[in-house]
């Protein structure tokens, strides 16, 4: 038995437990992540600080490790299933604050990126803040983002990229609604890390989105004027 198996997670203080998750992640345990996240839950850690402190800190270090060769897509794809197994237990408890429907967003990650836990987030994020969620998926052509938000009666189409290569296909979308005449019936919101605030502006979105908790934020500031304009 390795000194690993011998690890009892229920026995490690809290900072013990957050380094651990972090080395759990990094070599794809779910359900130690699985267990992990409970423990915290139980010992009343708030779902948000979970998601945020142990589950994206530590995908950070893996995100770091692959960029630096150090961790292969085999190895990066089993941390995304362990962070997924965290994520699905958060999930209803982000969501359950039972606040009334504030307005309705579809989210995806755009054509040719198949990333999709930063946009999963955010969605979950949104459910929990009052926005219905439509999810599309990933690696989506102009025509899904369009035809769903029509069919769906959106207030927001939110895109998601991860990669320098596929960020350029926002402006496509976004493109694609002005030649509609439809760009101002959606409030646009972008993200994902190779994004900034700049580049929000030149493809001509709402806004840039840094982080899920941002995206709430602006998605119900981006709402109130919504309203405002539209009982003025
Ligand atoms: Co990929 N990958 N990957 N990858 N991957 C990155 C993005 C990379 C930065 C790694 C690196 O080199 N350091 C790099 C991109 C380099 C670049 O373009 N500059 C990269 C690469 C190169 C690739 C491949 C090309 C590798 C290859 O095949 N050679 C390939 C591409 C596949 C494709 O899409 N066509 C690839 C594949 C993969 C996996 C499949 C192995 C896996 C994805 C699994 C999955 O998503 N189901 C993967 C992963 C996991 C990563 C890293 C390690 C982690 C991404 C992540 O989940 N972060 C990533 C490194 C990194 O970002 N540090 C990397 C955690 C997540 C919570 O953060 O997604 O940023 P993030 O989301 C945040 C914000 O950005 C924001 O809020 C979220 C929550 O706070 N946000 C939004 C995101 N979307 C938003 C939408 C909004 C608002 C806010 O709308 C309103």
Same mark, same amino acid.
């Given at each position: 038995m390795s000194?690993e198996?011998?690890i009892?997670?229920?026995d490690?203080?809290?900072? +013990?437990l957050v380094?651990?998750?972090?080395?759990?992640?990094?070599d794809?345990?779910?359900?130690? &992540?699985e267990?992990?996240?409970n423990?915290?839950?139980?010992?009343?850690?708030p779902?948000? *600080?979970?998601?945020?402190?142990?589950?994206?800190?530590?995908?950070?270090i893996?995100?770091?490790?692959?960029?630096?060769?150090i961790?292969?897509?085999?190895?990066v794809l #089993?941390a995304?299933n362990?962070?997924?197994?965290?994520?699905?237990? #958060?999930?209803? #408890?982000?969501?359950?604050?039972?606040a009334? *429907?504030?307005?309705k967003?579809? $989210?995806?990650?755009?054509?040719g990126?198949i990333h999709?836990?930063?946009?999963n987030?955010v969605?979950?994020m949104?459910?929990?803040?009052?926005?219905?969620?439509v999810d $599309?998926?990933?690696?989506?052509?102009v +025509?899904?983002? &369009?035809?769903?938000a029509?069919?769906?009666g959106?207030?927001? &189409?939110?895109?998601?990229?991860? #990669?320098?290569?596929?960020?350029?296909y926002m402006?496509?979308?976004i493109d694609?609604?002005?030649? +509609?005449?439809?760009?101002?019936?959606?409030?646009?919101l972008?993200?994902?890390?190779?994004?900034?605030?700049?580049?929000?502006?030149a $493809?001509?979105?709402d806004?840039?989105c *840094?982080?899920a908790?941002?995206a709430? +934020?602006?998605?119900?500031?981006?709402?109130?004027r919504?309203?405002?304009?539209?009982?003025?």
């Open positions: 000194d198996d011998d009892i997670l229920k490690l203080n809290d900072e +013990e380094a651990q998750m972090f080395d759990d992640l990094y794809g345990l779910r359900e130690e &992540i267990e992990s996240v423990i915290l839950l139980s010992r009343d850690w779902p948000y *600080r979970i998601l945020t402190e142990a589950l994206v800190g530590g995908m950070t893996v995100g770091h490790d692959f960029r630096d060769g961790l292969f897509v085999p190895e #089993l995304a362990a962070m997924k197994g965290g994520m699905a237990i #958060l999930k209803p #408890l982000l969501a359950e604050t039972g009334p *429907r504030v307005g967003m579809v $989210i995806g990650t755009v054509k990126d999709d836990i930063g946009k987030l969605g979950m949104m459910e929990g803040a009052g926005f219905e969620v $599309i998926g990933i690696n989506n052509a +025509e899904k983002y &369009i035809e769903t029509k069919a769906e959106a207030d927001i &189409i939110g895109m998601s990229a991860l #990669l320098t290569t596929t960020m350029p402006k496509v979308v694609t609604l002005v030649a +509609e005449g439809i760009r101002d019936d959606y409030i646009v972008v993200g994902g890390a190779p994004l900034n605030e700049e580049f929000g502006k $493809i001509g979105a806004a840039y *840094r982080d908790a941002v709430v +934020e602006t998605a119900k500031e981006w709402m109130a919504k309203h405002n304009r539209m009982s003025a």
